[in-house]
């Protein structure tokens, strides 16, 4: 049976009733720097819809007020004030907004070049984070782009600005060595047959301990984090490899195609064989 999702087609509406305040990296050399596609602010209302069956760049969206509807991970979500999104690349990304609401918002896009960018760093997150403080870096950098002198330190500061406050989203595991030790220790190795019992033993904590630690930082336990991390790897090579999906499957830690299948479809929304005809497309 087809997923609704398998029936997305790449879409960009944004509509008479919606404005938006974007710097594009050919606006300004600091984003290219930190390997940063586009940014931008926007004040949306129906028709405004995006659908990104293959998502290049990583893309970190902040609700700012109002209310939205986000894809992610498979599932669709309301975004309110104060929720904050990251969805990795190679991923089935889409937004849009909603009738009788506007929808404030802001967002960072990375090129494919980024290290945000890279399979493997990150599975997708959408947790309560005030966006505000990104929003006045990125209009910040607007303005001097568009209605300053474009001056290449002040352009500098204000994209340190905005990865500063990313990394606060992104990257609060980094600060645990412990979460630290067991995603590099599984990262490299998804296709081994990790336990909750190995991960504790690297971690060098209680297996209940582990799963506290790791639903405080990700929102998931670590046997959850794994299976994201693994899907992601998997849509990165069924979006730049030949290979079949058998070993693809075998690749991520799967002795059985159908159960591969079956868990890359409830994660992604679509069935490994549409995401990679989509992402040929």
């Given at each position: 049976m087809a997923s609704e999702h398998e029936y997305l087609s790449e879409t960009h509406i944004v509509g008479d009733d919606t404005q938006q305040w974007i710097v594009r990296v050919d606006d300004c050399p600091a984003l290219r720097e930190r390997h940063i596609s586009h940014v931008g602010v926007g004040d949306a209302a129906v028709p405004y819809r995006i659908v990104r069956t293959r998502l290049s760049g990583a893309y970190i969206h902040g609700s700012l007020g109002g209310e939205g509807r986000m894809l992610l991970d498979g599932d669709w979500r309301t975004m309110r004030r104060n929720m904050t999104s990251f969805a990795p690349a190679h991923g089935l990304h889409a937004f849009h907004a909603v009738p009788g609401s506007r929808w404030q918002y802001c967002w960072v896009r990375y090129l494919p070049s980024a290290p945000r960018s890279v399979?493997?760093?990150?599975?997708?997150?959408?947790?309560?984070?005030?966006?505000?403080?990104?929003?006045?870096?990125?209009?910040?950098?607007?303005?001097?782009?568009?209605?300053?002198?474009?001056?290449?330190?002040?352009?500098?500061?204000?994209?340190?600005?905005?990865?500063?406050?990313?990394?606060?989203?992104?990257?609060?595991?980094?600060?645990?060595?412990?979460?630290?030790?067991?995603?590099?220790?599984?990262?490299?190795?998804?296709?081994?047959?990790?336990?909750?019992?190995e991960m504790a033993d690297i971690a060098h904590v209680s297996s209940e301990h582990l799963r506290r630690i790791s639903r405080k930082v990700f929102g998931r336990s670590p046997m959850q984090q794994l299976t994201?991390?693994?899907?992601?790897?998997?849509?990165?090579?069924?979006?730049?490899?030949?290979?079949?999906?058998?070993?693809?499957?075998?690749?991520?830690?799967?002795?059985?195609?159908?159960?591969?299948?079956k868990t890359f479809k409830r994660m992604k929304g679509v069935s490994p064989s549409h995401f990679r005809h989509h992402s040929r497309d």
């Open positions: 399979v493997g760093t990150i599975a997708p997150i959408m947790q309560h984070f005030d966006p505000e403080p990104m929003k006045h870096a990125i209009l910040g950098l607007y303005s001097e782009v568009f209605h300053g002198q474009g001056d290449p330190a002040s352009c500098a500061m204000w994209g340190d600005t905005i990865e500063s406050y990313i990394s606060r989203f992104a990257d609060p595991w980094r600060r645990d060595a412990r979460i630290v030790a067991v995603f590099d220790a599984v990262t490299p190795t998804l296709e081994k047959h990790w336990t909750i019992e994201q991390l693994r899907m992601q790897h998997a849509a990165h090579l069924l979006a730049t490899t030949g290979l079949p999906v058998e070993e693809i499957a075998l690749r991520v830690g799967y002795q059985s195609p159908f159960a591969f299948s």
